[in-house]
């Protein structure tokens, strides 16, 4: 196992509503990257943390925002929930600095949101 | 935007048959990685490349980095049962790896 841990497994949430993803990674991994991916398409960059801060972002609108804490976990947060953010939200961490997107990422098993 | 490109989508091979997939990205990436994701799983680090023209092997598996570094491919000899799931490649571009949108490697009965 990769060491990383993601709650909830599975969670259930009506358009409008607002939902909180957490994220656990191994001691030492100053670097989390949240992806989604939707059945049979590759994850979705969503934004990168590195030691506390956003480093990066990928194609998202704001109501998609982060936080990372110093024991290694981290958030995601997603408001106004649409019928499109049904996904497959996965964290990844690495023990590496965000330098030219290099070094392996260690995913999480994932949080399967439904919007209904 | 930017984007890399994988294909085939699927590709079924009959046990012991060779599988490759192929990369394209619309512009030079600093490095590629190679993850595989098991039907139900997660994605799971293969390997990294970083070098113009390089290949490395892992067992039955060969990667390739192009010269240009704009493409890559992942290739499998012999598969086995073991083999089955979905390939991605993910370039690194600008402090973010764009991912492909995987090859599903199916084992025909």
């Known amino acids: 196992e990769t060491g990383v841990t993601q709650s909830p497994t599975h969670l259930i949430k009506t358009r409008g509503q607002q939902v909180t993803l957490r994220c656990s990674s191994q001691?030492?991994?100053?670097?989390v990257s949240w992806y989604q991916q939707a059945l049979g398409q590759g994850p979705q960059f969503i934004f990168q943390y590195y030691r506390e801060e956003e480093n990066g972002r990928g194609n998202f609108p704001p109501r998609f925002s982060g936080l990372q804490f110093p024991n290694y976990s981290s958030e995601l947060n997603v408001n106004a929930l649409e019928l499109d953010d049904s996904a497959l939200y996965l964290c990844?961490?690495?023990?590496?600095?965000?330098?030219?997107?290099?070094?392996?990422?260690?995913f999480g098993p994932g949080t399967r949101l439904t919007v209904l | 935007g930017q984007q890399v490109m994988q294909i085939p989508q699927y590709q079924h091979v009959q046990e012991g048959e060779d599988f490759t997939t192929y990369c394209n990205s619309s512009?030079?990436?600093?490095?590629i990685q190679w993850y595989k994701q098991r039907p139900g799983g997660h994605p799971v680090f293969l390997i990294q490349?970083?070098?113009s023209g390089e290949v490395k092997k892992q067992k039955r598996l060969t990667f390739q980095f192009g010269e240009a570094k704009k493409n890559s491919s992942l290739h499998i000899t012999a598969t086995q049962t073991t083999d089955v799931g979905t390939y991605f490649c993910a370039g690194g571009s600008n402090y973010q790896l764009i991912w492909g949108a995987g090859t599903k490697l199916i084992i025909k009965p």
């Open positions: 990844a961490s690495s023990p590496t600095p965000p330098r030219l997107a290099g070094g392996e990422q260690f």
């Open positions: 512009t030079t990436l600093s490095n």
């Open positions: 490349l970083v070098k």
């Open positions: 001691s030492g991994h100053n670097t």
